[in-house]
T-cell receptor, first 112, second 114 residues
Framework: GAGVSQTPSNKVTEKGKYVELRCDPI?????LYWYRQSLGQGPEFLIY????????DSGLPNDRFFAVRPEGSVSTLKIQRTERGDSAVYLC??????????FGPGTRLTVL | AQSVTQLGSHVSVSEGALVLLRCNYS??????LFWYVQYPNQGLQLLLK??????LVKGINGFEAEFKKSETSFHLTKPSAHMSDAAEYFC????????????FGKGNQVVVIP
């Protein structure tokens, strides 16, 4: 079956611009996670959804970052007023309740 | 808060030699422990995990890891390295009683020398 997909695979933007990153989880998975992986580092937790609601957003670095999952399936990570320090690979994972997390290939964001 | 320490960002191993990647964790509650592998241009793939029960855990591709509570460790081993094992490996911990969010180490880039 289809795994977790993320679009776009690469995104280049200019400092100050707004970007949206999309995640399509595995069908039927109720839990969805966003992580950010900077160069030379392991992934860092950003936000966790259980169904439509953000159950834990304590990893979001500041109020420029926001994520939604309006119908409990697809999720969008939104970054306002991008900064060069936002450049990283953004990973999405989904799981059934508290089961194994399956990761997507990531979106590489470059802020010039 | 939970955290993971992986020392030595780059690890070189000869083909056929033992692979040993060290992972130490910090957790105030019983942990769930994981090893993930990331091949170039691919997503993270679960190698193995420890939740409860047997402390020696076997995973895919001949890897195994042992949970040692007294040492707060979860080291990954493979008896004989293969060229296809060249990848980045991440150890991760989650809170067994929480929301399953993962805290990752910095990773080990494994290079296999023919």
């Amino acid at each position: 079956g289809a795994g977790v997909s993320q679009t776009p695979s690469n995104k280049v933007t200019e400092k100050g611009k707004y970007v949206e990153l999309r995640c399509d989880p595995i069908s039927g998975h109720t839990a969805l996670y966003w992580y950010r992986q900077s160069l030379g580092q392991g992934p860092e937790f950003l936000i966790y959804f259980q169904g439509t609601g953000a159950a834990d957003d304590s990893g979001l670095p500041n109020d420029r970052f926001f994520a939604v999952r309006p119908e409990g399936s697809v999720s969008t990570l939104k970054i306002q007023r991008t900064e060069r320090g936002d450049s990283a690979v953004y990973l999405c994972a989904s799981s059934s309740d508290r089961g194994e997390q399956f990761f997507g290939p990531g979106t590489r964001l470059t802020v010039l | 808060a939970q955290s993971v320490t992986q020392l030595g960002s780059h690890v070189s191993v000869s083909e056929g030699a033992l692979v040993l990647l060290r992972c130490n964790y910090s957790s105030s509650v019983p942990p769930y422990l994981f090893w993930y592998v990331q091949y170039p241009n691919q997503g993270l793939q679960l190698l193995l995990k420890y939740t409860t029960g047997a402390t020696l855990v076997k995973g895919i591709n001949g890897f195994e890891a042992e949970f040692k509570k007294s040492e707060t460790s979860f080291h990954l081993t493979k008896p004989s390295a293969h060229m296809s094992d060249a990848a980045e490996y991440f150890c991760a911990v989650s809170d067994a009683s929480g929301n399953n969010r993962l805290a990752f180490g910095k990773g080990n880039q494994v290079v296999v020398i023919p």
